[in-house]
């Protein structure tokens, strides 16, 4: 956040990302991953990869929320509140959309950096946009 922006947007599926002040290294590497992982996310939950358009996220952080936690053993870590829009367009035009906010757990000095990404919440925001409909989206 040194960059001052605070808010990112992704196409997920193009990997385009900006600012590109937020997409340094860890970040760029993980979204790399998140890009390929997503077709075998969406075939999973019965719903043809093809079948998706558009896929953009939107993740704005709350910076005037952060709260530092006491170290342990010479290791800090700090949480701050950020939310997650995540638009999906299917092949009708149809746009589905979910919304979450969640806390990033990171180090202030760029050792350990935390992922608010974990698999449990990329499934959850699959549900929510998509639903679970065997082949096709939710309509």
Do not use: K
């Not at 005037?64 to 701050?80: I, K, L, N, Q």
């Not at 009708?92 to 990033?104: C, K, L, P, S």
């Not at 000095?109 to 992922?115: E, N, Q, Y």
């Amino acid at each position: 956040m040194a960059s001052g922006h605070t808010a990112m947007t992704v196409d997920l599926l193009s990997g385009a990302a900006a600012p590109t002040e937020l997409v340094e290294s860890p970040v760029d590497e993980s979204l790399a991953a998140r890009r390929r992982w997503l077709p075998r996310l969406l075939a999973s939950e019965g719903i043809d990869p093809a079948l998706v358009r558009e896929a953009r996220m939107r993740i704005v952080f709350d910076t005037g929320h952060c709260v530092a936690h006491a170290p342990v053993d010479g290791y800090a870590v700090s949480e701050m509140p950020f939310d997650c829009w995540v638009t999906l367009v299917d092949d009708r035009g149809t746009t589905h959309e979910a919304h979450f906010r969640r806390q990033w757990s990171f180090s202030p000095s760029g050792d350990g950096l935390g992922s608010p990404s974990r698999l449990s919440v990329w499934r959850r925001i699959l549900t929510a946009v998509l639903g679970r409909r065997s082949g096709r989206a939710a309509r």
